[in-house]
């Protein structure tokens, strides 16, 4: 479907594809199928095992929340092509799609993709009676989906400005994606002498951090989570032997180990569903705490 592609992604060494084959790729889609058929590519990440960024992002707890974590993911994947979300805690979000810089403004099929994959992340979550509403270039709004079905104007969207859109959602009640890592035990050691009351506080700390690693935690927030203030947390945590700092690194450094067992899954994706703020921040503390490199690990988990 792209005729002049550079060469063809090896899957084996480097899935990456460049910016220029995908925009082709989905232009070539959207001339052929049409832009119901873009929009409704999103609807393929409910389908059985995908991939570990879907999986994470569908973990998430509120709108907001996911809305938080698209916003980290074009931050650490340094996206050229950005999406302004615009949420306040009413049961709608404006999406606005923009360039970062001198970057190629994003075309119709890139902005029918993003739309159709927040629309399918949102239902994943828990949102119900979704439906989503994008400006025509001459005349209303058209409401393109309702309920799970797509309905255009025209079949390659081309009276739409597919620049922005608002998706709104009737209810929310959470709808947790189950991951492997969810019935992990995450080991973390706690000296002998350890009070009971510190080891329950320190269990129901890992069974909250672990349950959303895109959540970035504040020990304030964890604290009122638990029902304490944020000085009995940090007491509690000491009687541990721990600082809050310590137990978020130990368990993002096994999740990304957890992960970096899916040889398929690129390095950056580890880093990123684990948790960690970049590829930079991945990298150097895996290494303090494991002695080795992510790709290092890796490596030496296939020799055995």
Same mark, same amino acid.
């Given at each position: 479907?792209?005729?002049?592609?550079?060469?063809?992604?090896?899957?084996?060494?480097?899935?990456?594809?460049?910016?220029?084959?995908?925009?082709?790729?989905?232009? @070539?889609?959207? $001339?052929?199928? %049409? &832009?119901? !058929?873009?929009?409704?590519?999103?609807?393929?990440?409910?389908?059985? /095992?995908?991939?570990?960024?879907?999986?994470?992002?569908?973990?998430?707890?509120?709108?907001?929340?996911?809305?938080?974590?698209?916003?980290?993911?074009?931050?650490?994947?340094?996206?050229?092509?950005?999406?302004?979300?615009?949420?306040?805690?009413?049961?709608?979000?404006?999406?606005?799609?923009?360039?970062?810089?001198?970057?190629?403004?994003?075309?119709?099929?890139?902005?029918?993709?993003?739309?159709?994959?927040?629309?399918?992340?949102?239902?994943?979550?828990?949102?119900?009676?979704?439906?989503? @509403?994008?400006? $025509?270039?001459? %005349? &209303?709004? !058209?409401?393109?989906?309702?309920?799970?079905?797509?309905?255009?104007? /025209?079949?390659?969207?081309?009276?739409?400005?597919?620049?922005?859109?608002?998706?709104?959602?009737?209810?929310?009640?959470?709808?947790?994606?189950?991951?492997?890592?969810?019935?992990?035990?995450?080991?973390?050691?706690?000296?002998?002498?350890?009070?009971?009351?510190?080891?329950?506080?320190?269990?129901?700390?890992?069974?909250?951090?672990?349950?959303?690693?895109?959540?970035?935690?504040?020990?304030?927030?964890?604290?009122?989570?638990?029902?304490?203030?944020?000085?009995?947390?940090?007491?509690?945590?000491?009687?541990?032997?721990?600082?809050?700092?310590?137990?978020?690194?130990?368990?993002?450094?096994?999740?990304?180990?957890?992960?970096?067992?899916?040889?398929?899954?690129?390095?950056?994706?580890?880093?990123?569903?684990?948790?960690?703020?970049?590829?930079?921040?991945?990298?150097?503390?895996?290494?303090?705490?494991?002695?080795?490199?992510?790709?290092?690990?890796?490596?030496?988990?296939?020799?055995?």
């Amino acid at each position: 479907m792209i005729p002049d592609a550079s060469r063809p992604a090896d899957s084996l060494r480097k899935s990456t594809v460049p910016a220029g084959d995908k925009r082709q790729l989905l232009d @070539q889609v959207l $001339q052929r199928a %049409g &832009a119901s !058929a873009i929009l409704s590519i999103g609807q393929g990440l409910r389908d059985g /095992d995908f991939d570990p960024l879907w999986r994470a992002s569908a973990k998430a707890k509120s709108p907001a929340m996911l809305f938080q974590g698209w916003r980290r993911l074009e931050g650490y994947a340094h996206s050229t092509n950005r999406v302004e979300l615009i949420h306040d805690d009413k049961a709608e979000v404006l999406c606005r799609r923009y360039a970062v810089g001198t970057d190629t403004p994003p075309g119709p099929a890139e902005n029918l993709l993003i739309c159709g994959v927040l629309l399918a992340l949102l239902e994943m979550i828990g949102c119900q009676g979704i439906a989503c @509403q994008m400006p $025509q270039i001459k %005349g &209303a709004n !058209a409401d393109i989906y309702t309920d799970g079905v797509i309905h255009l104007p /025209d079949v390659q969207g081309e009276s739409l400005d597919t620049t922005t859109w608002t998706i709104r959602w009737q209810s929310f009640e959470t709808s947790a994606i189950p991951d492997a890592s969810d019935a992990q035990d995450f080991i973390i050691p706690l000296p002998d002498e350890c009070p009971p009351l510190a080891r329950r506080i320190v269990g129901s700390s890992v069974e909250h951090l672990s349950a959303d690693f895109l959540r970035q935690w504040k020990v304030g927030e964890l604290a009122q989570t638990l029902g304490l203030s944020q000085r009995s947390l940090q007491r509690r945590f000491g009687e541990a032997e721990l600082s809050f700092s310590d137990l978020v690194r130990a368990l993002r450094i096994q999740e990304a180990s957890r992960l970096l067992e899916e040889r398929e899954t690129p390095l950056g994706v580890v880093g990123f569903c684990a948790g960690f703020s970049d590829s930079a921040h991945f990298s150097r503390d895996f290494r303090v705490i494991t002695g080795t490199t992510p790709s290092a690990f890796r490596e030496a988990l296939s020799d055995t």
